[in-house]
């Protein structure tokens, strides 16, 4: 008989929030107690100390951390999150939502997340560039394109995973662009990467739009989060015909109800690295934001931000889930029995960025190289093939599509890791 386990290193809220999700959708599938903990917790972790040599010469350790789920149906994958707030828990379940995700895609990866605990705005450039590659150099026997494959998070960029391929090819003594993905063009980047995570975000409402008989021309949205992944999605959406009446970042967000022009948005951060100030509409917190009467609410900054506490408060009538987690499991139960919102899950709905990570790994390993029309031809037909599945799956057997989506991207992972055993 089984015994389960119970894991304190990853404690944090976030971890046991993805582990009840894991819970609920095991007890849905049947899965056997045999199999449960194998697929449920992370296959191993690493902590680093980082020191960098600051401008002023002071020396400051950083830490550092990669969490690697699931080995079983492929290299492992995912972002680096430099953040001041980042966990080792958060960075489990950020890997644990990973293996699902491509589980769910059909992509040949298990899933891993990086992080370390920094600011990156309190660094230089020089500073930033040293953490990088002091944070590759020590996982260098760790991560590998056919071991573990990085790409970039929050708080990182195309830049930083530049830094990082430079180190990882110093190290092994020849270039090997497969290591990470979300590159520079140059350097073996794939065209559509930047913006594929809110491109497939935009997919995803515009196809559940269609289903809900809502046109676009009549839509108008909501994006918390203004990174790369919420400036994607509402470039995207606002090319469709929706109007973007709020965004925001962690300084506050700007309201406008006749509509605000994102790439007014996007050149003002540019220049004045945060929204705040901006012109384009009045000012409103991240809160008031969540609870705009809207069509679609895109959530796509941190995690855990939808709660108990404003689930009911929502006007909205999808939610794109374009951030990792972002809605609690007590705000899920909440949404379900209100039945009047569209709930688009995060490892379905945000599948896009490592679709196209994929792409560009095919691409470097081959050295052979596709236009943007053909990445994202392919793209959208990965993201079809994901939502026709969750939606079958959802009606035969009447889950919620976040149920729907985790039953499907667990179920697979474990089978994977039963068919393989157990090496004795």
């Not at 509402?234 to 962690?250: E, F, M, V």
């Amino acid at each position: 008989m089984s015994k389960a386990i119970v894991s304190t290193l990853y404690d944090s809220d976030v971890f046991k929030m993805a582990c009840r999700q894991f819970d609920k959708a095991a007890d849905a599938i049947n899965l056997p107690e045999g199999i449960r903990d194998r697929t449920k917790y992370p296959r191993r972790c690493l902590a680093v100390a980082l020191p960098v040599k600051r401008d002023d010469g002071s020396i400051t350790v950083f830490e550092g951390y990669r969490v690697q789920h699931n080995l079983s149906t492929g290299p492992a994958k995912g972002g680096i999150r430099f953040h001041q707030n980042v966990t080792i828990g958060e960075v489990a379940a950020l890997a644990m939502w990973m293996s699902w995700k491509c589980s769910l895609a059909g992509l040949p990866y298990g899933g891993a997340k990086g992080g370390i605990v920094v600011d990156p705005s309190k660094l230089t450039l020089t500073e930033l560039e040293h953490l990088s590659r002091r944070y590759m150099q020590e996982m260098v026997n760790f991560l590998g394109p056919h071991t573990d494959v990085a790409a970039p998070d929050v708080g990182t960029n195309e830049r930083i995973m530049g830094w990082m391929m430079d180190t990882y090819a110093n190290h092994v003594g020849h270039i090997e662009p497969a290591v990470v993905t979300g590159k520079p063009i140059s350097l073996g980047g794939s065209q559509g990467r930047k913006e594929a995570t809110g491109a497939g975000v935009a997919y995803f409402v515009k196809k559940y739009l269609e289903d809900l008989k809502i046109p676009l021309g009549k839509t108008t949205v909501a994006v918390q989060g203004f990174g790369n992944v919420g400036s994607e999605t509402a470039l995207a959406l606002q090319a469709y015909g929706a109007k973007i009446i709020a965004i925001s970042d962690y300084t506050g967000g700007i309201y406008n109800p006749k509509g605000i022009n994102i790439k007014k948005a996007l050149a003002y951060v540019q220049y004045a690295k945060v929204l705040k100030d901006f012109d384009g509409g009045e000012p409103i917190t991240n809160e008031q934001l969540l609870e705009l009467k809207c069509t679609v609410l895109a959530p796509c900054a941190l995690e855990r931000v939808i709660t108990d506490q404003n689930a009911g408060k929502l006007k909205c009538r999808i939610i794109a889930e374009g951030a990792n987690g972002p809605t609690t499991n007590a705000a899920d139960k909440i949404l379900d029995a209100r039945g009047d919102i569209e709930l688009i899950p995060d490892i379905m709905c945000n599948s896009g960025g490592v679709v196209v990570s994929y792409f560009e790994w095919l691409q470097n390993l081959q050295s052979y190289y596709w236009s943007r029309d053909e990445v994202m031809e392919k793209l959208y037909v990965i993201l079809d093939r994901a939502k026709e599945s969750v939606e079958y799956q959802k009606r035969k057997f009447k889950f919620s599509r976040r149920l729907a989506a985790l039953t499907l991207g667990i179920g697979r992972v474990a089978e994977a890791k039963a068919a393989r055993g157990l090496f004795p």
